[in-house]
């Protein structure tokens, strides 16, 4: 991702990036919504890949937006990350099986 002239590049989305994102605010499931929380997305990962604190990373874009650039490409390169992680692609795949379902045992029915 381009910000600022400076081309910035979202490291390996491993477990430690997933908590890194997390601690901005973001959870890695969000990216099945992100119109939700577009912002937030963009900010989380402009910190990743800068290796800023949340509030940094939000003045970075916020003087990439007023001086005139765009973040064109910015959410695509982000998919692209989370989709070619391996870590996210396991921790997807164990979250769709379905859990067994436990019947909880009924008490007997008393007789009269």
């Keep these: ?3 600022n002239g400076k081309e910035y ?3 390996e989305i491993g477990f430690d990036a997933v908590c890194q994102l997390e601690e901005t605010g973001f959870s890695l499931f969000d990216i099945q919504n992100p119109k ?3 912002m937030t997305i963009i900010r989380a990962f402009v910190a990743l890949a800068t290796g800023l604190e949340p509030e940094d990373a ?5 003087q990439h937006l007023l001086g005139g650039g765009k ?3 910015w959410m695509e390169e982000i998919v692209k ?3 070619t992680s391996g870590f996210f692609q396991a921790v997807m795949k164990k979250s769709q099986k379905k859990a067994p379902i436990h019947v909880a045992e009924s008490e007997p029915t008393p007789t009269e």
């Design 1 to 3: 991702m381009k910000i």
């Design 9 to 11: 590049k979202i490291p």
């Design 36 to 38: 939700k929380k577009f």
């Design 58 to 62: 939000s003045h970075l874009i916020e």
């Design 71 to 73: 973040m064109d490409g």
């Design 81 to 83: 990350a989370v989709e």
